[in-house]
Nanobody
Framework: QVQLVESGGGLVQPGGSLRLSCAASRSISIYAMGWYRQAPGKQRELVAT???????TYVNSVKGRFTISRDSAKNTVYLQMNSLKPEDAAVYYCNAHSAFSDYWGQGTQVTVSS
């Protein structure tokens, strides 16, 4: 089992930045890690992923604005979000994925509003 705890969400004005963190209860070195988001009335959407080797992918809407990274020594994954837009507002979830298991955090709320 891996427990994931997200933090770093909050209220930010359009154009602002936030850094989300996802702290794992044990080593995540074997997992591909991802950030998802879900806005009210919408399906959960994959935002960014990072493999155990450090390869990253992003949904088109966040390319150039968001950066996913991982710190294996701290068992933590980050999502740096810059130039935030109102449409980025959602609950953001952390995911740890392997061929045998999927783990989710409870989410952190991001609100983008002036």
């Amino acid at each position: 089992q891996v427990q994931l705890v997200e933090s770093g969400g909050g209220l930010v004005q359009p154009g602002g930045s936030l850094r989300l963190s996802c702290a794992a209860s044990r080593s995540i070195s074997i997992y591909a890690m991802g950030w998802y988001r879900q806005a009210p009335g919408k399906q959960r959407e994959l935002v960014a992923t990072i493999t155990s080797g450090g390869t990253t992918t992003y949904v088109n809407s966040v390319k150039g604005r968001f950066t996913i990274s991982r710190d294996s020594a701290k068992n933590t994954v980050y999502l740096q979000m810059n130039s935030l837009k109102p449409e980025d507002a959602a609950v953001y979830y952390c995911n740890a994925h392997s061929a045998f298991s999927d783990y989710w955090g409870q989410g952190t709320q991001v609100t983008v509003s002036s």
